[in-house]
C-alpha cells in the first residue's frame, strides 16, 4: 500500500521566529508516529533554518522552485545542485501561480522536473484548470495537455514524479472541488500516467485546491487521491496536523 504524502506550500510565508515555532508545534504534536510521508515547502532563504529544524525527523524538506539552469549568469535563480546542498527532498514545479504571475508555459514546468529528477529531487508537478476552463468543459483536455509535455520531456524517469492536482478556482478561494470532482480528474491523470509508464502505481496524485482540516479526510477517501499540496493549512500546525491524521 502506497503511504499518503501531505506537503505543505508555505507560499512566500514566514519568519526566523514563525517558523521555528511552527516546525516545533507540528514536530511535538507528531510525536513518533507519523502515517503519511510529510514535507514542507519553504521559502528559499529559509532552507538553511528548516533543514537544522527538521535534521533527523520524519518531515522532508521541499522548495517553491527549481531553475531550468544548472549554473552560471543567472541572478536570483536557484539550481537543483543549491538545493541538494541543503537536503531538499522535493521541489514544486509549474504552480498555477508560478503559471500565472511568471509566464512558466508547460515546456518550462517540463524542463524544471527534468532538472530536479537529474538531482534526485522528487518534483511535485501541478496542473490544473482556471474557472473559465472547467465551465468551458475544458478540464480534461488542459490537465492532460499540461501533463504530456511532463511526460514527453521526462520520458520513462516519469514514475518518480509527484503530480498535484490543483484546480485555479480552488486555491485560496475557500472554493474546493467537491472529492467526486477531485477524483473524476485524478482518474484521468491516473489513466494517462499508465499509458505513459508500467510503473504508474508508484506515482503519487495529490489534491491541491484549498484542501484543510474540515474537508481532508473525505478527500484522501477518494481511490485515487493519494495525498495533498496544502497551502494555508499547513501555516497553522493544528490543521495541518489534523490533516496528516486523515491519512491513518
Known amino acids: 500500500m502506497m503511504k499518503k504524502l501531505i506537503a505543505g506550500n508555505w507560499k512566500m510565508n514566514g519568519s526566523l521566529a514563525a517558523n521555528d515555532k511552527l516546525l516545533k508545534d507540528i514536530l511535538a504534536g507528531l510525536g513518533q508516529q507519523a502515517s503519511c510521508q510529510i514535507a514542507v515547502g519553504v521559502p528559499a532563504v529559509y532552507l538553511a533554518q528548516c533543514q537544522a529544524l527538521l535534521a533527523g525527523t520524519k518531515i522532508d524538506l521541499a522548495s517553491q522552485d527549481i531553475s531550468t539552469h544548472e549554473v552560471g549568469a543567472y541572478t536570483g535563480e536557484i539550481s537543483g545542485a543549491m538545493l541538494m546542498d541543503f537536503g531538499v527532498r522535493y521541489a514544486i514545479v509549474g504552480h498555477s501561480e508560478r503559471r500565472q504571475y511568471h509566464g512558466e508555459t508547460d515546456e518550462v514546468v517540463a524542463l524544471k522536473a527534468q532538472r530536479a529528477l537529474g538531482c534526485g529531487i522528487t518534483p511535485i508537478v501541478c496542473v ?28 520513462h524517469c516519469i514514475s518518480e514524479v509527484v ?15 467537491t472529492p467526486e470532482m477531485a477524483q473524476q480528474v485524478h482518474a484521468v491523470l491516473r489513466a494517462q500516467l499508465k499509458a505513459a509508464s508500467e510503473h504508474a502505481d508508484r506515482i503519487k496524485l495529490l489534491y491541491g485546491g484549498s484542501m484543510n482540516a474540515a474537508n481532508a479526510a473525505s ?29 491513518a
Request: proline share 3%; no cysteine; net charge negative.
Open 163 to 177: 503530480v498535484a492536482y490543483e484546480p485555479v478556482w480552488a486555491i485560496g478561494t475557500g472554493k474546493t472541488a
Open 128 to 155: 490544473g484548470e482556471t474557472l473559465a476552463e472547467r465551465e468551458a468543459g475544458q478540464t480534461d483536455e488542459v490537465v492532460k495537455r499540461q501533463l504530456a509535455a511532463v511526460i514527453h520531456a521526462n520520458g
Open 219 to 247: 478527500l484522501l477517501a477518494q481511490p485515487d487521491i493519494d495525498g495533498g499540496l496544502i497551502g494555508g493549512a499547513a501555516l497553522k500546525a493544528q490543521d495541518f496536523l489534523t490533516i496528516i491524521a486523515a491519512t
